[in-house]
Every structure is written in structure tokens, then in C-alpha cells.
């Protein structure tokens, strides 16, 4: 198998009191099995829709349509709601930003993982017990059998992440999507948690979809990244291009906007200005042209489609090919 | 950036604060204990400074923040205001002073009645404190609206109506409708977009040095600290166990709390990620009943018997660190036997 996901010309609709809006917009993108691909993006930028059309999680109102979403090689979009269920949790479970909205607080640790392994690894009894246990200190959970009695409310929000990491691999799932997995934790939970996912990478060729608002996140984490603004794709190349070379202007902005830890002099931070667009009144031309330094007639009138502007380094910019604006 | 004066008489002083909020158990709502957000905490705030105050999810910076603004009855200890005690006046008596010190909060839309069009909310507090009268009062709201970058129609307008970063610009012209000289900013940006977080911060240092304004300024990211403070202090369970210049803590840290924070930041460079990364083992403890001696030493990497039993001082000048054993030299070598564990795959 050569992508574990594979996503073809994605857009997700929504229907309001003021027409159709689109949060996400013609996407296309693969992951590789072990690879891990990050989306970076800021509210409104379609990240994590697009994250929540994958599992067929959107409910009612978002539509899928057109686009194809490919799964361990099986298209999902043709699957019923219970072939659906099967594969979330098979091939690719998914962790949010808030444990909570993942674990039932009437029942214990024990309860939950249990029924996850029943439905993903088929055990039950006994032999359920001792995987709940051998997931959780997979997770990095050292008192494993203590925790499994445990309701999630008397664990910390970090021991509550770990707990849902370790019902998402309870099926041994090729792929793994988390939505802002750390951005409610401490710095120093925060890093616990990142080489936890980097260690499921390692040690199972587990591939990851990591969406993210914090480019030290990406840097960490990512194997390629995509840049998300408005719906769309606007740049997507490997981490190390992407922090060497971003052509995007949008990407430019956001990573000279983000104060760094330095020892240098100090420095003025280089802000965006306006704010990001409302998806129900997107500009002309290009979306990111109000907030360009460099636009220009062209990006006005006329949207920029996403092209190669060097091997492996896609863009959605008018002027990318030309001499760096700055 | 002016550069502040250590001679001067601290626009804010306190000493020995302690906030705690009792526990209440049971069909009398008996008192069982105390959650100990704030405890024995002593610092002062120059005029013109930035004092950045970090520490993770808990450990009472926010508390701090409100205690030394009175928002938040103390529990023991004293507050000064350019050297007059304010700790127990009466909200009468302490009126003058609450004009010259004012809070901007982190989600300026909870803190902004939502009734209310823009320029309402900044006349708002000129009305409250009697400093003019309401069409004066609107007058100066339009004024610093367009002080603090919004457009001249925006006055009309209502919350709803505004971008998170707009709104925040709101909360700031709120809380300079008073001419304060010192604002604690709690988490100022951490709610708002990447892209608009650095609108705000260039914002507030424009502000600062326009207006001669002092900040405290509280976040949990590390980044946004570094870049607008002149002095760091890091709080751990309650208390402060670091403080110094903003270039010497981030420097050579020496708490093993304070290395281990920075250790564990993300970085915004891809080829540093295979970098040994160094965090406190298992949990903060509660702050209702918290560790003996040093409050860290249960996640300490090189805690000694000593920091068992005995509780240290914050003590050491200008860098000051509440440890037995602080840590010496740079962020990147080994020292005192603190021991790195690779948690980073590569």
C-alpha cells in the first residue's frame, strides 16, 4: 500500500440562514504509512473539518461533495454507517483537543478501553483486561492497573490525553488523526505527549495526521506539511523546506509573527494585518490578498491555483515564482 | 524602551501575599482546608517595566494577578501601591487608586457586555470612576478607539460585531479610559489567532512606551513572555521560584523547574527536534497540600534530602531562585548531575 489516506479534490459544504459556505475547498493530499503530515492553520482555515470529513464525523449540515476520500486503499465515501463505524478505529482513529468530548465520565478508564478493544480487537474477559492495561503503558501510564478503576475525572488532563491515545490504537490503527492534541496542556505535558506520537510512528509505522495552530508543533513533529488559510491549501512541501524556504506569504507571515526564544538583540515581531476572512465573505481573487504585503492587480481579480513552484513544493501564489516578496 | 528605574519606588509592592480559597465539604459547607493559589509570594513592579509572569495551568499566576489588583481578598500578607498599603482599604478608600491599576483579561468577549456598542464600553469606566461627565465621556471612548487602532466607526458598533482582535483593542481602550500606570494583562493573546497575536503585543509596546504605561503581563507561552518582558518571573504551586532579567533567565535558568519549562518549549526549527528534551516526572501536586521543604522536589530531578525538609528562599538579588542547589552555567550543558532523558525519537 502506498498512502494509508489519500484525499481527491475535498470540499465540504455547510448550509446557513445566508446560503452555502465552504470550510474546506478543493483539498488534495496523501500520507504515507509511518509518515507524519501536519496541518497547519488558524480558526476558519478549514483544518479541522477537513480532519472530521476523513471519519465522516461533520453531522448534520456538512456535506461532503465532491471529493474522494481513500482509506487503506478502500473508499469511504461509499461506505454505509456501519462499514463506516468498522473502519474508524481500524485504519484510523482520531484524538481532539479536549479529552473529554472523547471519554464518558460515568464510567472508569477500564470500562471505556474495554469496549474499545472488544470493538476494535474483537477481546473480551480477561484477555481485554490485559490489553486495556498493556495500552496503557503503552501510553506511557505506569501504573496501568490502578488507572483502568479510575473515572477520568480524578486524572490529570495529560493522563486523560494518554487514555484516549490509548483507546485510538487499541485497533492497531494504520492511521492517526489529532486535532490540536496538545493545545490545552502544559508546555511540559505537551512534550510528554509529542513523543508519545512520535514513538506509536516509530515503533508501529503508525502514520499521523497532526492538525495544528503552533508552527514549534510542526517543527517537531512533521515529516511534510500543509498550510491551510481560508478553505484552502496554500503551500505544502517537507518541514525543512517549508521552514527554509516558505514561499507563500501567508507562511512567511505567520512564522515572522510568532515571537521566537532568542538570545539576540531585540527585535520588532513582523505582524499580519487584518484578520483572518469569515468563510461566508471570502475576498476575490486570491483569499489572502487583503492581508498581502505583495499583492498585486493580478491577485485582486483572479484566484491562484496550487502549483509546483520547485520538486515537491506546491504553492497557491501568483508571485511565488517570481523574486521573493518580502 | 525606556529603561526602568530600580531606584525608584516600586509602583507595586507585595509582601508575603497569600491567596487561598477554603474548601467546603459536607451539609454545613465546612471549611475542610485551603487551596493554596497564592502563597508567600513577595515582588515589585518598576515604573516602565515589563514584569513577565509564567508558570503552568495551577500554579496561581492568574490569582496573583487579580490578588495584586484587589480583585481577590488576600489571604495574609500586603500590597502596596507606589508605597501606600492598599491591602485591606476599604473599596471606598481604594477608589483613587483602581484608576491607576487596571486588568485586560483573555477573552475580551466575556468581559464585554454584549449590549453595549463599543464606545459605550469605553466610556464605561470614565462614567463609573466620575472622571467626566457622558458626553465627555463619549468624546474621549472615540479617541481611544482610534488610540488603539480601530476605525473611527467602530464606536457604534457591538462586540458581535468585531474580530477577536478587535475586541481585545476594545478591552485595552477600556482599560486605558482611567490613564492607569500599571495594567496586568492576563493571557492577552493567547485566545486570539497567530496571525493577529503579534497585532496586539505590537500594540501594547507602542502603548507602553506612548503612555509611560507598566505591565504585568501573564501567559503560559514562553514566546510572547520573551518578547514583550523586561524581568521573568516563573511561579510554580503557588510560589515564585525565579526571577530575573529576561535575558539572564532565558539564559542560564537557575531552577531545574525554569530549565525544564524552556527544555520543553517547542521550537520553531525543524533541525533542533532531535534535542534531548527534559521534563518534570508525573504530575503537579495539589495545591491544597502541597509537597514539604521545596514544593518541587517530588518531580526534581536532583532533589537532596535537604530539599525534602526545608523550604528555600527566594533569595539572590537580581537573578533571584528559590533553590539549595541552583543550577549554573548555560541552558545547553550538563550540570549538577541534572540528568538528560531522551524522550525524543528521532
Known sequence: ?326 | MPEPSREATPLLRADQLSTYYPIRRGVWNRTTGYIRAVDGVTLEVYPGETLGLVGESGCGKSTLGRTLLRLEEPHAGRIYYEGDEVTTLTERRLRPYRTHYQMIFQDPYASLNPRMTAGELVAEPLLAHRLAGKGEALRLAHRLLELVGLPRASAGRYPHQFSGGQRQRIGIARALAVTPKLIVCDEPVSALDVSVQAQILHLLQDLQRELDLTYIFIAHGLGAVHYISTRVAVMYLGTIVEIADKRALFASPKHPYTRMLLNASPVSDPRRRGRAILVPEGDVPSASNPPSGCRFHTRCPIAMPRCVAEEPALTGGAHAVACHYPLGGTGEEETHGLVRRETAAR
Request: overall charge neutral.
Open chain 1, 1 to 326: 500500500m502506498k498512502h494509508v489516506l489519500e484525499i481527491e479534490e475535498l470540499t465540504v459544504t455547510f448550509r446557513t440562514e445566508n446560503g452555502d459556505v465552504r470550510p474546506v475547498d478543493d483539498i488534495s493530499f496523501a500520507v504515507r504509512p509511518g509518515e507524519t503530515v501536519c496541518i497547519v492553520g488558524e480558526s476558519g482555515s478549514g483544518k479541522s473539518v477537513t480532519s472530521l470529513a476523513i471519519l465522516n464525523l461533520l453531522g448534520k449540515g456538512g456535506e461532503i461533495g465532491p471529493g474522494r476520500i481513500r482509506l487503506a486503499g478502500e473508499q469511504l465515501t461509499e461506505k454505509s454507517g456501519a462499514e463506516l463505524r468498522k473502519a474508524r478505529g481500524k485504519d484510523a482513529a482520531m484524538i481532539f483537543q479536549e479529552p473529554m468530548t472523547t471519554l464518558n465520565p460515568v464510567l472508569t478508564i477500564g470500562d471505556q478501553l474495554r469496549e474499545a478493544i472488544r470493538l476494535h480487537a474483537g477481546l473480551r474477559g480477561k484477555a481485554a483486561n490485559a490489553y486495556a492495561a498493556e495500552l496503557l503503558r503503552e501510553a506511557g501510564i505506569a501504573r496501568a492497573e490502578q488507572v483502568l478503576k479510575q473515572y477520568p475525572h480524578s486524572l490529570s488532563g495529560g493522563m486523560r490525553q494518554r487514555v484516549v491515545i490509548a483507546m485510538a490504537i487499541a485497533g492497531k490503527p494504520k492511521l492517526l488523526i489529532a486535532d490540536e492534541p496538545t493545545t490545552a496542556l502544559d508546555v511540559t505535558v505537551q512534550a510528554q505527549i509529542l513523543a508519545l506520537l512520535k514513538r506509536l510512528r516509530t515503533d508501529h509505522d503508525t502514520a499521523i495526521l497532526l492538525i495544528t495552530h503552533d508552527l514549534g508543533v510542526v517543527a517537531e513533529m512533521a515529516d511534510r506539511v500543509l498550510v491551510m488559510y481560508a478553505g484552502q491549501i496554500v503551500e505544502e512541501t517537507d518541514v525543512f523546506t517549508l521552514f527554509d524556504r516558505p514561499l507563500h506569504p501567508y507562511t512567511r507571515g505567520l512564522m515572522k509573527a510568532v515571537p521566537a526564544i532568542s538570545d539576540g538583540p531585540d527585535y520588532r515581531l513582523e505582524a499580519i494585518p487584518g484578520s483572518v476572512p469569515d468563510i461566508g465573505r471570502l475576498p476575490q481573487g486570491c483569499r489572502f490578498h487583503p492581508r498581502c504585503p505583495a499583492a498585486a492587480d493580478r491577485c485582486r481579480g483572479e484566484m491562484p491555483t496550487l502549483t509546483p513552484a520547485a520538486p515537491a513544493h506546491l504553492v497557491r501564489c501568483w508571485l511565488a515564482g517570481q523574486s521573493p516578496a518580502s
